[in-house]
């Protein structure tokens, strides 16, 4: 799911020049009023329907003793299942591992994307083969990827792994994470960089001349002006590529199946309910991780302030 | 798993959950005995209680993709038995058996009907028959189930004194050594270890080749060394954690051999193919392995070939036969099938005299059918077949659970690295979480 | 940088940086490309370029074109995805057209939950839905996968066409209608084609979110009756039961990939306006 976290910074920021003054409810607005809900049912019921009752449901399951195969002992069992889990290193180790794929992958993605999104802006010709070859890490699917760099990454199958002295990076831990960090890098740089790109667009060609006239560098018009101007994009990215990796699953599930201590968080709840047939332990993994992204953007949303999406909705 | 020789030699694979015990080499075997198995089932003749249907009906097999064409032979076989009753139609499962696994499991959580047939790995009955999905066994079809078929093997099948699955095929490991480099095979693992270390001393080939990653290979063989040691994993109603005395001696020699100058230096990475291609190699004086690794060797290294022998599985209390951990599949009809009657049936007939002697010859699956093991159709290909006998009739089952993929998951990442062993340690360990496991209160990794 | 005359050198330049972008972007998928046309034994081989080329993966009786084993996912796939970008537009674009135009209390709150379930863990729902779909009856159909992508390509939906929409000058409406067009006319003459381009890069981008997932298509589904190519891939058997089936795979992955490289090549500019208009417009 990772595209549907793009166009919400399209409008997520426009929305707020939507807002109109509040006015006096006259017929006419009355009418559009029930015009607008009328319109926005549909999509409500459908996003509510699919989200809001499965995580109810999720939360008493996660109360629950449940195995599928122990249909005769399903019980309540109160918080036991997140004692369970929040005691287990299994839990502390998938957490780490996504933890450090989050941090690495998004920092190395902004850095990458900054760079290509300059070259996009910058480059002299090319520019269209540029975006089109761009595009492809991002359309492609993901699990279809994964398989070239599993194949790539393979002892005596692989021109990566030929091309270094026949290692077998998927079997060590923390060489397996780095591969997955690549993988992951080598998809989203070009969607942070196409954001990015937008946000250079808004810089100002004529107080870059300005600087360059009173004898700023390129790296100091870079530093001072740029990147200022491009604070609301590079937030925005930001969220949402650290959202996005929080919820790795595809790239680990074909690369390692979660071996070897390289399973993200979402690898775990996966593999305890379909392994394990927990339902219980699986839906209080699914509640763990579903609090754990909402600190995440409860934290982004109070730490940058208006500048993220999402703001206004908090203060209305 | 062991058929893997065309597989990719270090591909990371999914450990613990994966790998069956199933025999050995898919691969294509000179047909030697298929000729001879003239052999008819039993009691087929009983069958079709499934009413006045028009047309034959037709049966899904769920069962592991085997492309030695043996299964595909017995299907033949049973169409043209059943007289028009039923025609079966094979439905390979995925490669690995955690798929398989799940693939089954997810479809009898949604009650599919279209599932009639299920070949089970030996360590699945339990969780088929707690969670109602496995039909029992009972009258005739129990009987001739049972009838002549290998005890351990038939353990594997029971749950709470109930019978949920036919055998089909079993497996055990040997003692596979260098008769060049050892002249008289080791009776125990002290002297085996012994033997290695002077080996290594005189700089002769010298490895023991033996199952050490974090996946389901391990888990067997602590299981076989528990149980050597006098022991058990659980007790019989899987209720309770009994490893104790015996767990920590197995511990200890486990720990004793990955740290000795006898143990593979990728001991922490290596499956059972792995263990094959190194003593091919001839890095190794021993290897404890399935069948398998003979036609292979023969094939790969036919100069290495002539001192490659074998020897029953070495002792952990010296004087008392290992006991080896069983492998194999059962067949199991599903509860939600609709043909129950005709399925009970045609397991049967798949799994009869007949069709185990082409599967173990041409698919290289050693026979739960005891008589077969003094069939000289099977001597061709099965040199060691009384070895293989006298094992499988002492051998030990692995935990019978309905979470056992949690208990073996556990386990397996306790005890890989062996290097990092603990003996006390890692038993007290265990014991903690594989009594979580056994109240649904464990994760797996 | 118009005033700046470019040099030979800043050409080289900038075209080697250019080079060493497509060549990263492009590698991989030229290696699975090359992958499935190698032959199965040499799929053992790491040189980058098939020695013999085949087409054994694609077609033949051990192509995956000549299987249902891939057939069937690869109609599921698309049929999946059509139906649930169909939905899924249609719904966001009342949704967005309300969001553009209309002034209602609560629109702050549907963008908010948009947002919301635009981040939302998707594991978080697959043990619910796994269960709540069992006990349904949409355990392993197409409507139990075109449900939940609807749902979560409604927020990109709402957001991609809302941005669109706020960009249509609707007065051209009122313009028609003055000029004696009916309100019908007015919308299928002016409004409609000024608002396709959005429908179509929305209907895109949701049809890729579709055509891209895999957590809940491997989770929600058991047989080749309702699972999508990507979640089949991962189900290939080989000729034997520990060879892994790597020309077949990347085969499938190949041909997963070419409704991509269509879109791509010949939407590219549709698609960075979509990914990117509201940042732009912020």
Redesign the interface.
Known sequence: MSSNTEAVTVAAQGEAKVRKGRKQLSEGARAERRLGWMLCAPAVIVMIAVTAYPVGYAIWLSLERYNLELPQAIKFVGLSNYGAILSSPYWWQALKVTVIITIFSVAITLVLGMLLALLMHRTLFGRGTLRTAALIPYGIVTVAAAYGWQYAWTPGQGYLSAAFNHSAPLTSEVKAIIVIILAEIWKTTPFVALLLLAGLSLVPEDLQKAAKVDGATAWQRFIRITLPLMKPAILVALLFRTLDSFRIFDNIYILTAGNNGTGSVSNLGYDNLFNALNLGIGSAISILIFICVAIIAVLFIKGFGTAAPGTDIGKR | ???????????????A?CR?L?PGG??RRTVAGLATAGLLAAGLAACGTSGASTGPVTLNFYL????SGATQTAIKNCDHQSGGKYTISYQ????GS??QR??L???M????PTIDIMGLDVTWEA?FA???WAAPWTGANKAQAENGTLKPSLQTAIWHNQLYAVPDNTNTQLLWYRSDLVPKPPATWAQMIADAEQLAKQGKPHLIEIQGA?YEGTTVWFNTMVASAGGSVLNADATKVTLSTPAIKALSIMKQLATSSAADPSLP?QME?DNRLAMEGGTAAFQLNYPFVYPAMKADNPKLFKHFKWALYPEVIPGVPAKVTIGGIDLAVSAYSQHQALAFQAALCLRDAQNQLIAANVGGVPPTIASLYSNPALFANYPFHADILKELENASVRPKT??Y??VS?DISHLISPPSGINPTGTERSMISQLN?AL??????? | MATVKTTPRQKVGWGTANLVVIALALIPVLWLLSLSFKTPTAVLDPSFWPKQWTWSNYFRSTGILSTSQFIRPLLNSIGIGLIATFIAVVLASMAAYAVARLRFPGKGLLIGMALLIAMFPVISLVTPMFSIERALGLFNTWPGLIIPYVAFGLPLGIYTLSAFFREIPWELEKAAKVDGATPFQAFTKVIAPLAAPGMVTTSILVFLLCWNEFLLAISLTSTTASRTAPASIAYFSGSSQFTVPTGPIAAAAVVITIPIIIFVVFFQRRIVAGLTSGAVKG
């Open positions: 798993m062991m058929a893997g020789r065309d597989r990719p030699p270090m591909r990371p694979q999914r450990p959950k069956r199933l898919r691969r592991y993709p085997d492309n390979k499962l995925p490669n955690d798929g799940q693939q499991v997810r479809r959580a949604a009650h599919d969780e707690q969670a109602g974090q990475v193919n309905p979470v993929q949690v998951i979580n109240q649904s209160k464990g994760l797996v990794p």
